[in-house]
């Protein structure tokens, strides 16, 4: 169906990176910034606020269900990269039982791991899910398995470019999954350079196995945009990386569209 406008506002201020998990009849169920987490009827929930994230950050927050328990949620959580300057990768649990059937956070600020970039992307297999972060200063990912167990070890895998130190910048733009899980788009900014590299990923292992391509997205010259996301057509064969204006070059905004075939 062609999208529709919000007839009334919702509660959260939405700077930058938000996520929502909706029900199997399409009901939202509960909103969140990766800051605070508000339930269906736009009320924040009980211990729903300072959960661990920051709402600047680009992709701040992810929610994953538990795979065996439809009334339980992880909320995987991202800071803005020279924010706070700790670039953590924390989680929050929301227990849909609680507070009558409209949500409570029964679990939040939990650290995962440090030195973290603002990228989360996730994919659903086997018997669960693969929640995968990328390390700031290397070019080493993350995939962590959630199953039935709870959250497992990563998998790291080594591939691409430097996230760098360098350049706040490399942290800051959005990673995507293709709709099967067997291709990893990844989008950076490096000073007045943009581009988007693309991936395999296994599903079965959670490795990141091959550094297929680079984009360019500023060929034939420097633009007056900067990436800011990436995201796969539902066949996998298009990319769209989604442009704002950089700071200092005339207004911009813009979706760039590649054929990614092979």
């Keep these: 169906p062609p999208p ?20 199997a009849n399409g009901d939202v169920l509960f909103y969140t910034n990766g800051t605070s987490v508000w339930n269906r009827e ?6 729903g606020t300072q959960i661990g994230g920051d709402s600047t950050a680009v992709q701040a927050v992810l929610i994953i269900p538990f795979p065996d328990d439809e009334t339980l949620y992880y909320l995987f959580t991202t800071e803005k990269v020279y ?24 679990l939040k600020d939990i650290v ?25 200063g290397n070019n080493t990912f993350r995939a962590y398995p959630i199953t039935p167990n709870g959250i497992g070890n990563p998998v ?42 693309l991936f395999d990923f296994d599903v079965t292992t959670g490795e990141v196995t091959e550094f297929n391509y680079r984009i360019d997205l500023n060929e034939g010259g420097p633009g007056n945009d900067e990436v800011y996301d ?19 070059g ?13």
């Design 4 to 23: 529709r406008s919000i007839e009334e506002a919702h509660a959260m201020d939405a700077p930058a990176g938000t996520s929502t998990i909706s029900d």
């Design 42 to 47: 736009d009320g924040v929930m009980p211990n």
């Design 83 to 106: 924010g706070e300057n700790t670039f953590l990768l924390k989680y929050a649990i929301v227990d849909m039982k609680a507070d009558n059937g409209s949500g409570d956070v029964i």
């Design 112 to 136: 995962l791991y440090a030195n973290n970039t603002e990228r989360l992307a996730s994919f659903e297999g086997g018997d669960g899910y693969w929640l995968l972060a990328h390390e700031y």
């Design 156 to 197: 790291l895998s080594s591939q691409g470019g430097v996230h760098s130190y360098n350049n706040a910048t490399t942290a800051q733009s959005g990673m995507k999954f293709s709709s099967d899980g067997t291709r990893l788009a990844v989008s950076i900014v490096d000073g007045t350079e943009d581009y988007v590299e």
């Design 230 to 248: 990436v995201h796969f057509s539902p066949g996998g064969n298009k990319l769209f990386a989604s442009m704002n204006n950089r700071s200092g």
């Design 250 to 262: 005339s207004p911009g905004g813009r979706i760039l569209e590649y054929r990614v075939d092979s």
